[in-house]
């Protein structure tokens, strides 16, 4: 073979390489999350890149800090990457319309949403799905075994009898032991759910997405809060605060067991178990209903979504990413429980017959209680908007420090808050 001829085929191969390469579609997907997280999805990844040669993923993930600011930057510049892992909260912020995020709508086969029944409704926004739901999540009842036999006391099965069980914590342990210790967000889920067993109406109106109390029921909520620190069901703003800034699962008293309990989210509850010193365990708690009520008023949510970037110019191929993480075996298996327990039929029957769900994991008995508790009031993400949880905190500690009286911080709290709801949803 001459130097011409050879020369030819050489340019040849070269020219066809090249256009291979070009030819090769490039995604961008983002998300955030611990070490475990993080090697899951990028084996999941690259189970998806031999699945699909022609298409490579570039991953862009960090871990929770800073997260939510550099997204809003990228949405904001229209730089957001072509699949991106979502709070559920953040629908408000980035897509009041529905127009913020790819509808997914359009790649409905490809996606396969036949394996999401009941859930896409919580992540569509004016007919635009603007997510998946990756897990569920929800708020119950765990508590610390030792301590409360130490108590001599059972878990409670009603709302009346768990604001009776601080005051038997405080006459047989001591002053400094509590059945539940629980924050801002959870103090204000835990009393949305009695207060929709009660009177069947939510806290934010679904339709105007302002708050849904006038002052005689903001009032009331104020005062079941009151009533609670009252009777020595929690700490106090104020009290909790002398144990310093910090996860609660890291709390000496948490540690020891002198908070004897927890509202929590279920898919959060292994690190709070795992920290008990031993030989202290947990156990999920019964969920207190009122007499007659048909609905349990449970905080139930996507603990997150996968959402298309509406800039994208691959959203096939981005719905091809979605959908092998979601709901292919083979993407399941390898992203496991990383994100919580799947959601999609088919992803949880993957984990399911795989073994990688433990049917005896609180997680899972949390997540299973929750199926079976009467949903019919579905919450908004502006439920659990952080900026109207921040003024709930404040409120709060208004109170604690007798800085204002029950109608001062209904009035207070209706007030600013509602300013803060119609400036998101303007």
Same mark, same amino acid.
């Given at each position: 073979?001459?130097?011409?001829?050879?020369?030819?085929?050489?340019?040849?191969?070269?020219?066809?390489?090249?256009?291979?390469?070009?030819?090769?579609?490039?995604?961008?997907?983002?998300?955030?999350?611990?070490?475990?997280?993080?090697?899951?999805?990028?084996?999941?990844?690259?189970?998806?890149?031999?699945?699909?040669?022609?298409?490579?993923?570039?991953?862009?993930?960090?871990?929770?800090?800073?997260?939510?600011?550099?997204?809003?930057?990228?949405?904001?510049?229209?730089?957001?990457?072509?699949?991106?892992?979502?709070?559920?909260?953040?629908?408000?912020?980035?897509?009041?319309?529905?127009?913020?995020?790819?509808?997914?709508?359009?790649?409905?086969?490809?996606?396969?949403?036949?394996?999401?029944?009941?859930?896409?409704?919580?992540?569509?926004?004016?007919?635009?799905?603007?997510?998946?739901?990756?897990?569920?999540?929800?708020?119950?009842?765990?508590?610390?075994?030792?301590?409360?036999?130490?108590?001599?006391?059972?878990?409670?099965?009603?709302?009346?009898?768990?604001?009776?069980?601080?005051l038997v914590f405080k006459e047989?342990?001591?002053?400094?032991? @509590? +059945?539940?210790?629980?924050? =801002?967000? !959870?103090?204000?889920?835990?009393? %949305?759910?009695?207060?929709?067993?009660?009177? *069947?109406?939510?806290?934010?109106?679904?339709?105007?997405?302002?708050?849904?109390?006038?002052?005689?029921?903001?009032?009331?909520?104020?005062?079941?809060?009151?009533?609670?620190?009252?009777?020595?069901?929690?700490?106090?703003?104020?009290?909790?605060?002398?144990?310093?800034?910090?996860?609660?699962?890291?709390?000496?008293?948490?540690?020891?067991?002198?908070?004897?309990?927890?509202?929590?989210?279920?898919?959060?509850?292994?690190?709070?178990?795992?920290?008990?010193?031993?030989?202290?365990t947990l156990e999920l708690g019964? @969920? +207190?209903?009122?007499?007659? =009520?048909? !609905?349990?008023?449970?905080?139930? %949510?996507?603990?997150?979504?996968?959402?298309? *970037?509406?800039?994208?110019?691959?959203p096939k191929e981005a719905a091809?990413?979605?959908?092998?993480?979601?709901?292919?075996?083979?993407?399941?298996?390898?992203?496991?429980?990383?994100?919580?327990?799947?959601?999609?039929?088919?992803?949880?029957?993957?984990?399911?017959?795989?073994?990688?769900?433990?049917?005896?994991?609180?997680?899972?008995?949390?997540?299973?209680?929750?199926?079976?508790?009467?949903?019919?009031?579905?919450?908004?993400?502006?439920?659990?908007?952080?900026?109207?949880?921040?003024?709930?905190?404040?409120?709060?500690?208004?109170?604690?420090?007798?800085?204002?009286?029950?109608?001062?911080?209904?009035?207070?709290?209706?007030?600013?808050?509602?300013?803060?709801?119609?400036?998101?949803?303007?």
């Amino acid at each position: 073979m001459n130097k011409k001829v050879l020369t030819t085929l050489i340019s040849a191969v070269i020219a066809t390489a090249s256009v291979a390469v070009q030819a090769q579609t490039e995604l961008r997907m983002s998300w955030w999350g611990g070490n475990n997280r993080h090697q899951a999805t990028l084996q999941a990844l690259e189970k998806f890149q031999e699945r699909y040669p022609d298409i490579k993923v570039k991953g862009e993930y960090t871990g929770w800090d800073g997260h939510l600011s550099r997204l809003t930057t990228q949405i904001a510049g229209n730089t957001e990457p072509d699949v991106m892992q979502t709070n559920w909260n953040w629908m408000p912020i980035f897509s009041r319309d529905g127009k913020g995020f790819y509808d997914m709508n359009a790649q409905a086969e490809t996606l396969q949403l036949f394996n999401f029944p009941g859930a896409l409704g919580l992540t569509t926004v004016d007919g635009k799905l603007n997510g998946l739901p990756v897990s569920m999540t929800s708020r119950v009842f765990f508590y610390n075994r030792d301590m409360w036999m130490k108590a001599g006391v059972g878990y409670p099965q009603s709302w009346d009898e768990l604001m009776k069980v601080g005051l038997v914590f405080k006459e047989k342990l001591g002053d400094d032991y @509590y +059945p539940l210790v629980i924050e =801002a967000r !959870d103090v204000f889920a835990m009393n %949305r759910s009695y207060f929709i067993q009660k009177y *069947g109406k939510d806290i934010i109106n679904h339709d105007t997405n302002l708050i849904n109390f006038n002052q005689e029921e903001m009032a009331q909520f104020f005062q079941l809060y009151v009533d609670q620190v009252k009777n020595h069901l929690f700490p106090s703003t104020k009290e909790f605060a002398s144990y310093g800034k910090g996860n609660m699962y890291e709390m000496r008293p948490w540690i020891d067991g002198r908070f004897g309990g927890l509202y929590m989210w279920d898919t959060a509850i292994g690190k709070y178990a795992a920290n008990l010193a031993p030989p202290m365990t947990l156990e999920l708690g019964p @969920y +207190p209903m009122l007499e007659g =009520a048909t !609905d349990s008023g449970l905080l139930a %949510r996507p603990s997150m979504m996968f959402s298309i *970037g509406r800039n994208t110019k691959h959203p096939k191929e981005a719905a091809l990413l979605v959908d092998f993480l979601l709901n292919d075996p083979a993407g399941v298996k390898a992203m496991g429980l990383a994100r919580g327990i799947p959601i999609s039929l088919t992803g949880f029957k993957t984990l399911q017959d795989d073994g990688q769900i433990d049917d005896k994991s609180l997680s899972y008995q949390g997540y299973r209680l929750a199926q079976q508790l009467p949903k019919h009031v579905i919450p908004t993400p502006y439920t659990d908007n952080a900026q109207l949880l921040e003024l709930f905190e404040e409120s709060m500690q208004q109170l604690d420090y007798g800085q204002t009286d029950v109608e001062g911080a209904a009035k207070n709290f209706l007030r600013r808050g509602n300013r803060v709801l119609k400036r998101i949803a303007d």
